[in-house]
């Protein structure tokens, strides 16, 4: 065998495939990883089933089915006021993780430093490092998970060039403000730096919060990378599709490693999804759906002696386990699945510090049957 030089030598299994392995070897109710176990809309598989059985199957245009751009441009314009160009600033992507690393490969250069969150989504720090650039991580402030602004600011250096924000935020459910959004705006123009937004659950936030997406901030929209996903939004997780909207400029670079990285995109799922987001009916009643999930899930667990941490947005809900035990979130996720049959993620693997603030992340993107079996362990345990 030749000699091979890993180029992210401590990078193993996810935490993900980790732990839904753990769940299946053991029989076990799997809210670990963040998929859902119910079904996707019969119209949207019957568009694009109808696509594919009218010979739609051939290589879409590299920048994504203009006609799915342009659905895409009109919700943007109907949830934020902002009407991006379906042809240079918006991008279809093989779902949003491979938008996040082509935004990430496209503005990185080698020696560049780019600020992330912890707890965050495993995907960025790795791609900063095969871009040649050094994650800075910042943790975000528990049990409310927000961001010190400060810190922030005393953090960036003239090698600053990229800040990743998640908002509704995986994994711990919380969401920005208006003032964070403001706050972040000000770092942004102070310092020239780009924004990569990542928000895959901008359609799932609750107790009438409203959504802050950098596309509805004119002064961030023009120095900005919003990243979305139709898996998360439609319950389609194994489709990966997904898109990106970002600046003419920063598109134009963006584009340049996509067409290597996918080139393009499942063409029959294009063309469904372009005419399924023309009714905004078929996006608008996610929140609802899932605020009554959680608290489906939350009023199950009502007796038990795990302590739910306030979860705004997304599917997860994380609960406190220190009233119960001293263990490591690793070790204490790890005897639930085996003991107990219940998989969780652990909270500290989405540290670089691996901070353990004694909480698991618990998916509630299920049917009820599904949660109130896991919430009956719960209660047990």
């Given at each position: 065998?030749?000699?091979?030089?890993?180029?992210?030598?401590?990078?193993?299994?996810?935490?993900?495939?980790?732990?839904?392995?753990?769940?299946?070897?053991?029989?076990?109710?799997?809210?670990?990883?963040?998929?859902?176990?119910?079904?996707?809309?019969?119209?949207?598989?019957?568009?694009?089933?109808?696509?594919?059985?009218?010979?739609?199957?051939?290589?879409?245009?590299?920048?994504?089915?203009?006609?799915?751009?342009?659905?895409?441009?009109?919700?943007?314009?109907?949830?934020?006021?902002?009407?991006?160009?379906?042809?240079s600033e918006v991008t279809v992507t093989a779902g949003a993780t491979e938008a996040l690393f082509a935004s990430i490969m496209a503005?990185?250069?080698?020696?560049?430093?780019?600020?992330?969150?912890?707890?965050?989504?495993?995907?960025?720090?790795?791609?900063?490092?095969?871009?040649?650039?050094?994650?800075?991580?910042?943790?975000?402030?528990?049990?409310?998970y927000h961001i010190d602004w400060d810190e922030v600011a005393n953090r960036i250096t003239e090698r600053t060039r990229l800040i990743?924000?998640?908002?509704?935020?995986?994994?711990?459910?919380?969401?920005?403000?208006?003032?964070?959004?403001?706050?972040?705006?000000?770092?942004?123009?102070?310092?020239?730096?780009?924004?990569?937004?990542?928000?895959?659950?901008?359609?799932?936030?609750?107790?009438?919060?409203?959504?802050?997406?950098?596309?509805?901030?004119?002064?961030?929209?023009?120095?900005?990378?919003?990243?979305?996903?139709?898996?998360?939004?439609?319950?389609?997780?194994?489709?990966?599709?997904?898109?990106?909207?970002?600046?003419?400029?920063?598109?134009?670079?963006?584009?340049?490693?996509?067409?290597?990285?996918?080139?393009?995109?499942?063409?029959?799922?294009?063309?469904?999804?372009?005419?399924?987001?023309?009714?905004?009916?078929?996006?608008?009643?996610?929140?609802?759906?899932?605020?009554?999930?959680?608290?489906?899930?939350?009023?199950?667990?009502?007796?038990?002696?795990?302590?739910?941490?306030?979860?705004?947005?997304?599917?997860?809900?994380?609960?406190?386990?220190?009233?119960?035990?001293?263990?490591?979130?690793?070790?204490?996720?790890?005897?639930?699945?085996?003991?107990?049959?219940?998989?969780?993620?652990?909270?500290?693997?989405?540290?670089?510090?691996?901070?353990?603030?004694?909480?698991?992340?618990?998916?509630?993107?299920?049917?009820?049957?599904?949660?109130?079996?896991?919430?009956?362990?719960?209660?047990?345990?």
């Open positions: 065998m030749p000699k091979l030089q890993s180029k992210l030598p401590e990078i193993g299994a996810t935490i993900f495939t980790v732990m839904s392995q753990m769940a299946a070897k053991y029989g076990a109710i799997n809210l670990s990883q963040g998929f859902p176990d119910f079904a996707v809309s019969k119209d949207l598989i019957n568009l694009i089933a109808d696509a594919m059985t009218s010979g739609k199957n051939q290589y879409a245009p590299m920048s994504g089915l203009p006609a799915l751009k342009e659905s895409i441009s009109e919700m943007t314009s109907l949830r934020y006021g902002y009407t991006p160009s379906p042809e503005v990185v250069q080698p020696g560049n430093e780019v600020i992330v969150f912890d707890p965050g989504y495993d995907s960025y720090a790795p791609a900063i490092a095969m871009a040649g650039g050094a994650p800075i991580h910042i943790n975000l402030k528990y049990p409310t990743i924000i998640n908002t509704p935020h995986n994994p711990t459910g919380s969401v920005f403000s208006k003032n964070d959004i403001e706050a972040l705006q000000t770092l942004a123009e102070r310092h020239d730096l780009v924004v990569l937004s990542d928000e895959v659950y901008e359609h799932i936030i609750f107790d009438d919060k409203v959504h802050q997406s950098v596309l509805n901030n004119i002064g961030l929209r023009s120095r900005s990378i919003a990243v979305s996903s139709f898996g998360k939004t439609f319950h389609a997780t194994g489709w990966k599709v997904g898109y990106l909207i970002a600046p003419n400029a920063l598109t134009h670079e963006i584009r340049k490693v996509h067409q290597f990285l996918t080139f393009s995109v499942h063409t029959p799922t294009q063309v469904g999804l372009a005419t399924f987001l023309r009714e905004a009916r078929n996006y608008e009643g996610l929140s609802k759906m899932y605020e009554s999930k959680r608290n489906f899930f939350l009023s199950g667990i009502e007796s038990s002696r795990f302590i739910p941490v306030q979860s705004s947005g997304a599917y997860f809900q994380l609960l406190d386990y220190s009233n119960i035990s001293e263990e490591k979130d690793v070790d204490m996720a790890s005897r639930m699945t085996k003991e107990y049959c219940l998989a969780s993620i652990p909270v500290s693997v989405f540290y670089n510090d691996n901070t353990d603030n004694k909480v698991l992340r618990f998916c509630f993107a299920k049917r009820e049957d599904t949660l109130s079996r896991a919430a009956e362990i719960l209660c047990k345990i």
